[in-house]
């Protein structure tokens, strides 16, 4: 079947999907978006997570055809549009400096859970709290790092957003 | 495999009617799984997620009238004061990307005896409306479990929405897993105190072959509390004990990877004793939703 849906702004259309076909698998095998991780394919550690109409999602238990029409934000598209060569998200930025990364691989969909965690806080006034950032960040499994300097990385991530509330978001 | 994506409900109806091997699929946090590891090739997929009445909850008729479709996000977010031992339920179940997905809906139609939204249905007395185009029936929840994932739900059914009368008294909801987070139930217990009908609803998760309720310790408590309602006065340690006995000796739990039967039954007397201590102090608070 076709499939027809935004992705990070960009109209998409890709041919001959599969309609048992996560988006997931779309994302990283048909629109060449690979940022997206397959680690369990079973909703279990959040490294595919996207943001789907601006809500952040597994992308491997989306079915392609439920994104049909639907706004679809990848880790991709987390540095706005024009951004300088190697310029990064605040998000990113963080998580890099606070040394929130070592194998990377839950890394993309932490960046995006982190990205709707900050601007829902900051939306309300605030920085997140650490009980929220342990419960919005309950569904990303990371082997690596454990954990302690991946909140670090969130609470400087918010402290930066919180100071520059101009730094645009992937939904 | 075919995907269709009725946009009207009639549209769902007379699909699942013409065609009965078809699988819906909501937030597919269940189908998707199984697609994914193969275990599941539907011929048809039939998406919901296009359904607009699926997604709505209205007041009706005395009752909350919940769309199979809307997300446990909403639950919390919308219903939370309206609906607080399902909404305590659905803060529960898996992650957030998890609950921006899954359904009660699909909670029912999987009825897994571990799902979580069963326990506060059963002691809610809530009702299933399922369709199709023969019609629409009502099914008490507590008929609605057949078996270890079998439901009421006929071939050419699908769910329409639960109907949930807000309670006028406290509810509570008590799961054990592993961690605080992403976990299926090892045990789960939902209580509701009904003041109104000076009556008790109780369900128990994962420690049978189905969700069911206990209704000896149901009985027994309306009976300990019928000259404690008016009154308010503190509950007796003994009284909550033994209630919570006789919700363990309503259970018929098995051994399996996540705990054994053993510890099944007293986890779910702990957690009755604990969760009838929590509903009945903020009963005495006077506070009646306890969310
Ligand atoms: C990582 C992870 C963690 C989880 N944690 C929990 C947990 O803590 N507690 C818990 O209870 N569950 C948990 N689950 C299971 C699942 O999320 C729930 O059962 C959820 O309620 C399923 O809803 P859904 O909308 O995603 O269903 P889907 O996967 O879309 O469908 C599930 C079933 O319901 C059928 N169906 C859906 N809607 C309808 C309808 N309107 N009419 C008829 N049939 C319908 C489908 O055909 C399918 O058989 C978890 C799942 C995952 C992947
Ligand atoms: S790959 Fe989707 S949650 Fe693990
Ligand atoms: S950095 Fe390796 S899994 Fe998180």
């Known amino acids: 079947m076709r499939l027809s849906c935004t992705v990070n702004g960009t109209p998409q259309q890709v041919d001959d999907v599969w309609e048992g076909e996560s988006l997931l698998y779309v994302l990283r095998e048909r629109m060449g978006l690979p940022g997206s991780k397959n680690a369990c394919e079973q909703g279990e550690c959040g490294s595919c997570t996207v943001y789907l109409d601006g809500l952040p999602v597994c992308a491997c238990l989306v079915a392609a055809g439920q994104a049909q029409g639907r ?9 706005p549009a024009g951004a300088a060569p190697g310029e990064l998200h605040p998000v990113q930025q963080a ?19 982190t990205d709707d965690l900050v601007h829902r806080s900051l939306a309300e006034g605030r920085k997140p709290a650490d009980a929220e950032i342990r419960e919005a960040l309950a569904g990303n499994l990371c082997r690596c790092t454990g954990y302690e300097k991946i909140l670090d990385a969130v609470r400087l991530a918010a402290d930066r957003m919180a100071a520059d509330p101009t730094a645009e978001a992937a939904r | ?27 597919g946090t269940d189908v998707m799984v199984g697609i994914n590891f193969g275990r599941l090739r539907p011929s048809l997929l039939l998406d919901l ?26 639950v919390i977010s919308e219903l939370g004061d309206r609906l607080p031992g399902l909404a305590m339920a659905a803060r529960t179940i898996g992650s957030p990307q998890i609950r921006n997905r899954g359904t009660v809906g699909g909670n029912l139609a999987t009825a897994s005896p571990a799902g979580d939204a069963h326990p506060a249905l059963l002691a809610a007395d809530a009702e299933v409306e399922v369709a199709s185009t023969r ?16 439901s009421a739900l006929a071939d050419d059914e699908l769910i329409a929405a639960v109907r949930i009368v807000p309670p006028r008294g406290p509810q509570q909801y008590s799961k054990i897993g592993t961690r605080n987070a992403m976990v299926i139930a090892v045990a789960a217990f939902g209580l509701a105190l009904h003041p109104d009908r000076r009556a008790v609803g109780t369900g128990i998760g994962s420690a049978a072959p189905t969700p069911r309720r206990a209704p000896a310790a149901e009985e027994y408590l309306a009976g300990e509390l019928d000259g404690l309602w008016d009154s308010r006065a503190e509950l007796p340690a003994a009284t909550a004990t033994r209630f919570g006995e006789l919700v363990a000796e309503a259970s018929a739990p098995i051994d399996d990877v996540r705990g054994t039967a053993r510890y099944r039954v007293h986890a779910l007397s702990v957690m009755a004793r604990r969760a009838l201590t929590w509903a009945w102090a903020d009963y005495r608070k006077g506070d009646p939703t306890c969310a």
């Open chain 1, 95 to 113: 998580f890099l400096e606070a040394g929130a990364v070592q194998c990377g691989f839950c890394t993309p969909g932490l960046l995006v859970a």
């Open chain 1, 71 to 79: 706004e679809v934000g990848t880790v991709e598209g987390l540095t």
């Open chain 2, 135 to 150: 019609g629409t029936r009502r099914i008490p929840v507590t008929e609605f479990y057949r078996g270890v994932k079998r």
């Open chain 2, 49 to 74: 997620t296009r359904v607009p009445e699926l997604q709505q909850w209205a007041d009706d008729d005395g009752a909350v009238r919940l769309g199979a479709g809307v997300p446990y996000a909403r």
């Open chain 2, 1 to 27: 495999m075919d995907f269709l994506q009725p946009a009207t409900w009639e549209e769902a109806l007379e699909a699942k009617a013409a065609h009965r091997d078809a699988v819906p699929i909501a937030g």
